[in-house]
C-alpha cells in the first residue's frame, strides 16, 4: 500500500564514506524532490527531477549528487559525508500540472555519520 | 529568494480552535500549501490555496491574502492526534526548467493538552 518507499529507513556511515539514499514510487508521478530536513527545522529542498530533467538548487553542496534511472526510482548519492550532513533525508513525488501540487513523502531516511 | 515565518509553538486545549499564521515574501507566487508533520514522520499534505479566500477541508481550514503576504490554517475540534509541526510552504513557479516547487517555513510546534 505504500507510495512512495524510502530505504533504508537508518543509514550509518562514517565520515567521507561515500553512501546512496534510494527512493522508489508507485505512484506513477513525474516529479522526484530531495529535501534534508534537521531537527525541528524545514524541510530544505536540495533537487528535483521534472522528469528526466534535474534541477538543483542554487546552494546545494556538490557534495549531493542525485540519479533518477527510471520513473520510479530515484537516489541520493552523498560523496564525501560530513557531520554537518547528518540529518532525515526526504523523498517526495508530485504529479506535474495537477491544480494542487500535492508532494508526497516517503517515510524518510535518517543518516548519522560517525 | 523567498521566506517564510510562522510562529514556533503554540499551545491549545482539546476542543479548542487555533490559528497559525504565516507571512512570506516570494517572487514567483504560485500559492500556499500547508502541511503536517507527527515527531519522526512525514509530511502530510492538509491544504492549498491559489487564490484568495478561505478552503475547508473538515476539521481544517486554510486562509490566503495574496495582496498581504499571508495566509493561515485554522484547526477546529482540537484532537490530541493534532499535536505536530505544521509547515507553511509557498508554490514558486520554476523560471529555468519549468515547473514549480515548495518552498516550506519554519515551522509551527503545536501542543495540545487536555
Known amino acids: 500500500d505504500a507510495m512512495v518507499i524510502q530505504n533504508p529507513r537508518y543509514q550509518v556511515t562514517q565520515f567521507g564514506k561515500p553512501v546512496t539514499l534510494s527512493c522508489s514510487q508507485t505512484?506513477?508521478?513525474?516529479?522526484m524532490y530531495w529535501y534534508q530536513q534537521k531537527s525541528s527545522q524545514a524541510p530544505k529542498l536540495l533537487f528535483h527531477y521534472y522528469d528526466k530533467d534535474f534541477n538543483n538548487e542554487a546552494d546545494t553542496p556538490d557534495n549531493f549528487q542525485s540519479r533518477r534511472p527510471n520513473t520510479s526510482f530515484c537516489f541520493l548519492d552523498i560523496r564525501s559525508p560530513g557531520l554537518g550532513d547528518a540529518a532525515m533525508y526526504l523523498c517526495?513525488?508530485?504529479?506535474?500540472?495537477?491544480?494542487?501540487?500535492?508532494?508526497?513523502f516517503g517515510a524518510g531516511t535518517r543518516l548519522s555519520v560517525l | 529568494g523567498q521566506s517564510l515565518e510562522q510562529p514556533s509553538e503554540v499551545t491549545a486545549v482539546e476542543g479548542a480552535i487555533v490559528q497559525i499564521n504565516c507571512t512570506y515574501q516570494t517572487s514567483g507566487f504560485y500559492g500556499l500549501s500547508w502541511y503536517q508533520q507527527h515527531d519522526g514522520g512525514a509530511p502530510t499534505f492538509l491544504s492549498y490555496?491559489?487564490?484568495?479566500g478561505l478552503e475547508e477541508t473538515g476539521r481544517f481550514s486554510s486562509f490566503l491574502s495574496r495582496s498581504d503576504s499571508y495566509g493561515y490554517l485554522l484547526l477546529q475540534e482540537l484532537q490530541m492526534k493534532d499535536s505536530a509541526s505544521y509547515f507553511c510552504?509557498?508554490?514558486?513557479?520554476?523560471?529555468?526548467?519549468?515547473?514549480?516547487?515548495?518552498?516550506f517555513g519554519t515551522g509551527t510546534q503545536l501542543k495540545v493538552e487536555l
Open positions: 517526495a513525488t508530485s504529479r506535474e500540472n495537477r491544480a494542487k501540487n500535492i508532494q508526497y
Open positions: 490555496n491559489a487564490l484568495d
Open positions: 510552504a509557498v508554490r514558486v513557479i520554476i523560471l529555468t526548467g519549468g515547473g514549480n516547487k515548495l518552498t
Open positions: 505512484l506513477n508521478h513525474n516529479v
